[in-house]
């Protein structure tokens, strides 16, 4: 995307077909592939600054072999420790890896790891010595205040929950160390749009609230946000990636759920069987589905005036064009 629209399809298609030789030869990844790529088209564009978010990790990431003049790193979970390794400090430790010593860089991790960050000599700025004061709004969102070289900066964002102020507050953070003026990152806080978090979409008469949750720590920060808007137990659609911690993000979300439609992403060959999570949420009612279609069918026929659609990006982007009446994908998503 550049300037917040996507690039035309034959642009795209005809930069992939530069980069194809050179990565067939190299045996490249999916998302080397998409990273050359993009690089390519923000060249190409004119782009003045680009965000290039981490795959994996970040010491051994393919983006790593960009120079960058900000790094950002939002927290350090339990994820991929097949990779990554098992502990936090680990994690820490390929996540910090994108620092560059001398260079700005802001970071949201807990006290527990921030050593491990400072380690590598970059110019520094940790969220928590910058939070002022954090509001939050219910419904209509977060309202935060941040320290900035210039004084407090007040914004109010649309996204939910005490993870989504503080996911406001790192972004703010790093476009005031990019030299942003503050009216601009203000009204840039204002408008974001962040599909698939905590997204509420109006559906049949009710609302349904979208969340990728695919970890554990995703799965108790959306509860988390649940409580904080005073949401009691409500209809949940759930489906995940069969290589993820299934069991820790369905303990983390049985206290949100009324009830259990289980799922998966017809289009992901990594999905889970249905039918073997339906043990994870023993003693609420179970209902297995075999796609998202036949899910919201269910769903449809509880007329809840809201309900919870989670555990997998990829399920989630299956369900959000059945909510909005829009066409989806057709191919098999691997990445």
Not at 302 to 329: I, M
């Amino acid at each position: 995307m550049v300037d917040g629209q996507e690039l035309p399809e034959d642009v795209v298609a005809a930069a992939l077909a530069r980069v194809r030789p050179e990565a067939e030869a190299v045996e490249a990844s999916f998302f080397e592939i998409v990273t050359a790529l993009g690089a390519l088209l923000f060249a190409e564009a004119g782009v003045q600054v680009a965000v290039m978010e981490v795959g994996l990790g970040g010491r051994l990431d393919s983006t790593n072999a960009l120079d960058p003049v900000l790094s950002v790193v939002t927290n350090v979970a339990l994820d991929h420790t097949e990779f990554l390794g098992d502990t936090l400090e680990a994690i820490a430790a390929e996540k910090a890896g994108i620092l560059r010593a001398g260079r700005p860089a802001v970071v949201g991790v807990a006290p527990q790891v921030q050593s491990i960050f400072a380690a590598q000599g970059a110019d520094l700025w940790r969220l928590d010595d910058h939070l002022l004061g954090t509001r939050l709004l219910g419904w209509e969102g977060v309202q935060v205040t941040l320290r900035s070289p210039d004084g407090p900066v007040t914004l109010h964002t649309p996204l939910l929950g005490a993870h989504g102020a503080r996911n406001a507050a790192l972004a703010a953070l790093a476009a005031l160390r990019l030299g942003l003026p503050a009216e601009a990152v203000t009204r840039g806080a204002a408008s974001v749009q962040w599909p698939g978090r905590l997204e509420v979409i109006a559906w049949q008469g009710g609302r349904v609230l979208l969340d990728g949750a695919h970890n554990p720590a995703g799965a108790r920060a959306l509860a988390a946000a649940l409580r904080e808007l005073g949401v009691g137990p409500l209809p949940l659609v759930f489906g995940a990636a069969g290589d993820k911690d299934i069991s820790g993000v369905a303990s983390a979300l049985r206290s949100c759920a009324s009830e259990v439609i289980l799922t998966r992403a017809a289009l992901s060959p990594r999905a889970a069987d249905p039918q073997a999570l339906a043990s994870l949420f023993a003693g609420l009612p179970v209902t297995v589905t075999d796609s998202p279609v036949a899910a919201l069918a269910v769903l449809a026929a509880r007329h809840a005036p809201l309900a919870l659609v989670c555990g997998s990006l990829y399920l989630l982007g299956e369900v959000r064009p059945l909510l909005l009446g829009e066409a989806g994908a057709s191919r098999e998503r691997w990445q």
